[in-house]
């Protein structure tokens, strides 16, 4: 005897109390306490000893469910424990002589099987977290796992008739809809389930059936004990195991992501790519997916309803549940089913290669495909520069631009995403990619019906024609209509006359599809694009090809090495900035708070002219004789203090500090060297040598060259002496130098971030530079800044992170900043040390103090001082830092913000008492401000400081906006 839902129509959870839970505990050979846990068919119990420690979970059967049933469920839990050693699984606890501690024990609900299973400790997915792509991937790999184990189990006791299994979800919904109070709530689950029931028509029949779980939600998906961010490690409660379709097993745990805090639906192809490398699709399987998320949405929301109404107020569990399931019954039905079931199979690999369309007639019969001008409006375009994107009627200026030079019509072609609907400051991405073509025509245009067809709707400046396998779409303001409905039409027939000058959209779909809109956004675009096609062909042009820049990454791994990373696993393609955005190919702009070198903003138009003014006349090195190296080098000098007036102009940081280091040793024949711990310098030989980042060199403290010498990393946040204890670096940094010294090994240089850059933006300890750089002087060496990251203006009230410490270095590091991108360092020292230089080194670049590096370096400084950068780094940091502070009142992630001006840090830790690096909650932080369109990443040895440091013409408005952001997806994330 198996159950059949359909004869008991109700499965009431068994009446146990815990005592009577414990009592059966006892009878099975665990005596314990018995606490509650939910369940909504079932009576579960959490058993525990006396010292507290859990013996396990007795779980009481629903008395429907019979002993082959029972059986047939403990032994694919063992099934699965054996197959997947990688994963935890709720097997039956068994006694000393290998038996199972299970019994049918009488209850008031009469005879039940009560049984003691493994506990899995760590909790499960239960609540509304978001969760990150590779959560929810790992999540499609446990189902996929437990599917293609469970692929040849077979039991007479999963031979079962379950309301959750989707096999019965039409008549499971029909029979349980009256329980839907409200009526707008019922009557959209029947039509999204009668829906989702005839999109599975031609594939139900074909759809191969297995044993499956049929139930890997969140609340049986148990994670990984004490993981700062949710991994599932573990499977628990088999009790609908059953006999049913295999995908079904992958569109449950699909469904139940669908309630997560930002989850949405094109979220889940993480876990639908998972589910496909341990147990592959099939086409049929790929295409019945999506309607089966409707459907047990559905069947969720209908069966918790009923559920509520058996239970009344007794079952806690099953009320939580109500709004839970409407969430993502409205999620499953947000993206029409086919878009979605397109999108699948394009991520999948298994959509069919598009056809383009072929015309019987010309759409435009008085126009020339040549003479048509195409215009580009995607992030690559010319068009688009200096912020033209962000012009609301830019795509229109265009257009007649073009109708001006001479075009006899112009055409916005179809797929291709828009930067022209790009939005910035936006936490969802915005729809740019277009679902058809726009056209602008010079003259009066006729247009024609491409095929033969019938008119199914005229409006006001609109048309629809169907023709065949295609439904035409035309629009346009102020349109002469030529056609009335129903008219059946011919190939060549005149359908409108368009005004010259206004613009019309033409939009082809596949006959039967839901009206596509205008512009998707791109997550979606590949769903539906599938329904729709190019009408380019019905203007004599070629179709949209894909752009195939989804090998881009596989190419750059293959021709760079591993050490090269990049930010993300899954990167956007940025290719273009602008002020404080950056924007990806797919038109997504994002804020962008990690570019310090990017210091007036991206794609400054003062820059690009200066450059390509400088590009058209001269660019050589620095042994000839021209102004603009002069000009810069005066305007450098001119910005330190006395007695530092002397430039080297190089290519980068990593080549000033290199150079830094090299004058001091030259000056001082001392090759010795004293660093800071936790420091980076940059890449090439010296400046590496000083550099002990662990994050940029896991190695680093126990391969530096034996010239090097460093002292404890002066954190007065983290490091071993905090806040007020902070002043005791300085001394015990100077012993080390004095030892040094009278190892007979005085340092030639002392080198440091003056402001701790690295560390994320932590000021040095009063005093510390002014006592170390006395130190370093009195044994005859020389104090080495880099201001590589700090300098510049970011901090806000000084131009120079030494000023904060109130010190004048004898060589100064700078870079970054200066070129605003382009590779521009710079090396300030006294006439006497530079003069020194001689006797040691030789010195030449060929590009650096080149002329278009003098005048790039001079156009930064023009508009650092115009645009008042350094200012507005005051007035937009404090209010950014302050805003970030508040945000520590409601997250207790949130351990301080460091920083000062536009450099700022904020450290996460997860006890703001032991200061434990919060460093995966981190990485996945960031990688959630990149979903919400903000680039922020990680600093510091333990990764657990987000680095702030945007272009310095960021405004109010934007770090308001990142702080919100903030706050949203730390509450998002559960912290
Ligand atoms: C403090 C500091 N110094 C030096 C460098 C090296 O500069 P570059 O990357 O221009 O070689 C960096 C780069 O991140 C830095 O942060």
Redesign the pocket.
């Known amino acids: 005897m198996t159950v059949d839902f359909f004869a008991h129509a109700a499965l009431p959870a068994p009446q146990v109390r815990p005592e009577e839970a414990a009592r059966i505990a006892a009878l099975l050979g665990v005596p314990g306490q018995a606490e509650e846990l939910g369940s909504q068919q079932d009576a579960n119990f959490l058993l525990r000893a006396e010292d507290g420690s859990v013996l396990g979970v007795l779980k009481i059967a629903n008395p429907a469910f019979g002993a082959a049933e029972i059986e047939a469920q403990d032994e694919a839990a063992e099934r699965i424990a054996a197959a997947c050693p990688e994963l935890r699984v709720g097997t039956v606890l068994r006694a000393e002589d290998g038996s199972p501690r299970a019994a049918v024990v009488d209850t008031v609900s009469g005879p039940v099987t009560a049984r003691m299973l493994r506990h899995l400790p760590g909790g499960t997915l239960t609540g509304s977290r978001h969760l990150s792509p590779r959560t929810v991937a790992a999540i499609g790999r446990t189902a996929g796992r437990v599917s293609a184990t469970l692929r040849e189990f077979r039991h007479p006791g999963l031979d079962r008739v379950l309301q959750w299994d989707p096999r019965h979800a039409d008549r499971v919904v029909a029979l349980l809809l009256p329980h839907i109070q409200d009526p707008a709530q019922r009557a959209a689950v029947a039509t999204a389930a009668a829906g989702a029931w005839r999109a599975l028509d031609e594939q139900r029949e074909q759809l191969p059936c297995q044993a499956v779980h049929m139930d890997l939600t969140d609340d049986n998906l148990v994670v990984a004990e004490g993981g700062p961010v949710p991994t599932p490690d573990g499977v628990i409660d088999f009790g609908d195991l059953s006999t049913s379709w295999a995908v079904g097993e992958l569109a449950v745990p699909l469904s139940s992501l669908l309630h997560h805090d930002g989850i949405e639906p094109h979220d889940v192809l993480p876990a639908v790519l998972a589910f496909h490398a341990e147990r592959p699709l099939l086409p049929v399987e790929a295409r019945a997916l999506w309607p089966l998320v409707v459907l047990r949405a559905a069947t969720l929301v209908v069966c918790g309803r009923q559920q509520a109404a058996i239970d009344g107020e007794s079952n806690g569990y099953v009320h939580a549940a109500l709004e839970r399931e409407w969430r993502i019954f409205e999620q499953a039905t947000s993206v029409p089913t086919e878009v979605m079931t397109a999108l699948l199979l394009d991520g999948l690999g298994l959509a069919l290669p598009r056809k383009a369309v072929v015309p019987a007639a010309p759409l435009l019969a008085d126009l020339a495909p040549a003479e048509l001008a195409v215009l580009d409006l995607s992030v690559d375009a010319d068009a688009m520069d200096r912020g033209a994107w962000l012009d609301a009627e830019v795509e229109d200026r265009i257009a007649r631009q073009h109708l001006a030079a001479g075009a006899a019509g112009v055409l916005a072609p179809y797929g291709q995403a828009r930067l022209s609907r790009s939005r910035v400051l936006s936490a969802a991405s915005p729809a740019t990619v277009p679902t058809g073509a726009d056209l602008w025509p010079a003259r009066d245009a006729v247009l024609r019906a491409p095929w033969d067809g019938r008119v199914v709707r005229v409006e006001p400046g609109r048309i629809v024609l169907d023709c065949a396998e295609l439904t035409l779409r035309l629009q346009a303001d102020r349109a002469e209509v030529l056609v009335g409905e129903d008219a059946t039409v011919d190939a060549g027939d005149r359908l409108a006359i368009l005004p010259a000058g206004v613009r019309a959209r033409v939009t082809l779909q596949r006959g039967g599809t839901s009206e596509a809109p205008d512009f998707v956004r791109p997550e979606y675009a590949p769903g539906r694009l599938a329904l729709t096609a190019d009408p380019a062909p019905l203007f004599g042009l070629p179709a949209h090809e894909e752009p195939a820049d989804a090998t881009l990454l596989a190419r750059r791994a293959a021709s760079f090495a591993s050490v090269q990373g990049h930010y993300y696993d899954q990167p956007p393609r940025i290719e273009r900035g602008w002020r404080h955005h950056l924007v990806s190919d797919q038109g997504r702009a994002y804020l962008d708070i990690v570019n310090n070198v990017s210091a007036i903003g991206h794609a400054h138009p003062a820059v690009e002219r200066a450059v390509t003014r400088q590009l058209r006349r001269l660019n050589t090195n620095s042994r000839f004789h021209y102004a603009s190296v002069v000009d810069f080098s005066e305007r450098l000098a001119a910005l330190l203090p006395a007695p530092l007036d002397t430039v080297f102009l190089v290519n980068?940081?990593?080549?000033?500090?290199d150079l830094g280091i090299r004058l001091a040793v030259g000056a001082t024949g001392r090759p010795d060297v004293v660093a800071l711990r936790e420091?980076?310098?940059?890449?090439?030989y010296a400046?590496d040598a000083v550099s002990t980042s662990l994050q940029d060199n896991p190695n680093a403290l126990a391969t530096r060259p034996v010239w090097v010498h460093t002292v404890d990393s002066p954190n007065s946040y983290r490091g071993r002496h905090r806040g007020a204890e902070a002043h005791r670096y300085a001394p015990e940094a100077v012993r080390a130098v004095d030892e040094l010294a009278a190892a007979g090994r005085a340092p030639g240089a002392f080198v440091a971030?003056s402001y701790y850059?690295?560390a994320g933006g932590v000021a040095l300890p009063d005093g510390y530079l002014e006592q170390l750089y006395a130190a370093v002087r009195r044994h005859g060496g020389l104090a080495v800044a880099?201001e590589?990251?700090?300098g510049y203006g970011r901090l806000g009230h000084w131009f120079w992170g030494f000023e904060q410490q109130g010190v004048v270095p004898d060589i100064v590091?700078v870079?970054?900043a200066m070129g605003n991108g382009h590779p521009l360092?710079a090396v300030i020292t006294s006439k006497g040390v530079a003069d020194r230089y001689r006797d040691q080194g030789y010195f030449f670049s060929s590009t650096g103090g080149s002329p278009v590096s003098s005048v790039v370096g001079s156009t930064v400084l023009d508009v650092l001082r115009d645009e008042d950068l350094q200012g507005n780094a005051v007035r937009v940091g404090a209010r950014l830092k302050a805003g970030l502070a508040a945000l520590g009142e409601h997250h207790p992630l949130v351990g301080a913000v460091h920083g000062s001006g536009l450099y700022l840090g904020l450290e996460l830790v997860r006890d703001r008492t032991t200061l434990e690096p919060a460093t995966e909650e981190t990485a996945e932080l960031c990688e959630r401000m990149l979903g919400l369109g903000v680039v922020v990443q990680p600093t510091g040895d333990h990764l657990n400081v987000l680095k702030i440091k945007p272009p310095l013409c960021i405004d109010a408005e934007a770090t308001d906006f990142f702080t919100a952001t903030l706050d949203r997806a730390l509450r998002e994330l559960g912290h």
């Open positions: 980068s940081g990593s080549e000033a500090v420091a980076y310098h940059g890449w090439t400046s971030e850059g690295n880099d590589v990251q700090v590091c870079a970054k360092g």
